[in-house]
């Protein structure tokens, strides 16, 4: 059983930065696509970044893009997003993902185990 434990989170101004940890225990994680999700306040859960197993892929909500950056250090069992220029909409808790796939898509159902996720607030 893989489990996923989120980090980072906190509360910032807007135009800042903050850096998201995700460590995950298990032996699959080099070969497991991951992904990072967020749920704002009253919304539904959305997707945010997806990597795949090695890093080699890579992709991006429209909403994120070119602001969030997703990696991975397979040797620290590790799964990061780095996220810039904050803004007050990015408001929402944070979820780590992971997939028995190599590569995974958008979808919360392309995911087979979830952290318990992380706050971050963007105050403007």
């Known amino acids: 059983q893989v489990q996923l434990v989120e980090s980072g989170g906190g509360l910032v101004q807007a135009g800042t930065s903050l850096r998201l940890s995700c460590a995950a225990s298990?032996?699959?994680?080099?070969?497991?696509?991951m992904g990072w999700f967020r749920q704002p306040p009253g919304k539904a859960r959305e997707f945010v970044a997806a990597i795949s197993w090695n890093g080699g892929s890579t992709y991006y909500a429209a909403s994120v893009k070119g602001r969030f950056a997703i990696s991975r250090d397979n040797a620290k069992n590790t799964v990061y997003l780095q996220m810039n220029i904050l803004k007050p909409e990015d408001t929402a808790v944070y979820y780590c993902a992971g997939s028995h796939r190599s590569h995974s898509g958008s979808y919360v159902g392309d995911y087979d185990y979830w952290g318990v996720g992380t706050q971050v607030t963007v105050s403007s």
């Open positions: 298990g032996r699959t994680f080099s070969t497991s696509a």
